[in-house]
């Protein structure tokens, strides 16, 4: 890798950690509930890892909800910014859980949900089995002679989902990180959540998308 390449991902390694931190904050405001064009309303939030940093100067913390406590907070009060997270998603009644990190904006510990298991009304011990090895035996040469691949494609659909879903919130990320929105009401925002100061999520909502919040 040439330096010239190296010194550009040195200077654009910033934009993985707001987005981490863009995530922790709207996971937050909007009680776990996020949402994208494509993929409607979805559960997303932290749990289990997260890890902030800045310089040589780091923050571990290990929780069944490592955001919602005070060092999390006053790390980031400290200059620190998430560096990786562990997160789970549950759409469409499906929860994955994963490890995304900021500099590479790498997925890491990828779980998804059970695959689809297909059962031939086989009962283990049988007593018709047992008596019968001969059967049994070309039972399994069969079983191995026709290999049934569908829980490959089955992983494989899970984790391109999982991906879209993904590439939709870091494009949404993007729109409002290069749009003056992130200067005028993004940043402050994250200035005051992370300082503990009470946040109105619904003007944010509506503010974010460029209409006036409702009258209450």
Do not use: C
């Not at 100067?57 to 400290?78: C, Y």
């Not at 510990?109 to 049994?136: I, R, T």
């Not at 402050?188 to 509506?206: H, I, K, N, Q, S």
């Amino acid at each position: 890798m040439s330096l010239q390449r190296v010194d550009r991902i040195e200077q654009r390694r910033f934009v993985g950690r707001e987005l981490l931190l863009w995530l922790w904050m709207e996971s937050e405001l909007f009680e776990s509930t996020l949402a994208t064009e494509e993929h409607g309303s979805f559960g997303f939030w932290l749990e289990n890892k997260l890890v902030l940093s800045a310089e040589t100067e780091s923050t571990r913390i290990r929780a069944a909800m490592p955001g919602a406590g005070r060092e999390a907070k006053e790390a980031l009060l400290r200059g620190q910014l998430p560096e990786s997270m562990g997160i789970r998603i549950s759409h469409e009644g499906e929860e994955t859980s994963l490890a995304l990190g900021a500099d590479k904006l790498g997925v890491t510990g990828l779980k998804l949900a059970a695959l689809k298991e297909e059962h031939d009304g086989h009962v283990p011990g049988d007593l018709v089995d047992e008596l019968s090895g001969k059967n049994q035996r070309r039972k399994k040469k069969k079983q191995v002679e026709e290999i049934d691949d569908s829980p490959f494609y089955d992983r494989m659909e899970k984790t391109a989902a999982v991906e879209g879903l993904l590439v939709a919130l870091y494009r949404d990320f993007l729109a409002l990180r290069l749009s003056p929105r992130w200067n005028a009401l993004i940043a402050p925002t994250m200035r005051r959540w992370a300082m503990g100061e009470a946040v109105d999520a619904e003007a944010y909502r509506a503010a974010k998308r460029g209409k006036r919040p409702r009258k209450r």
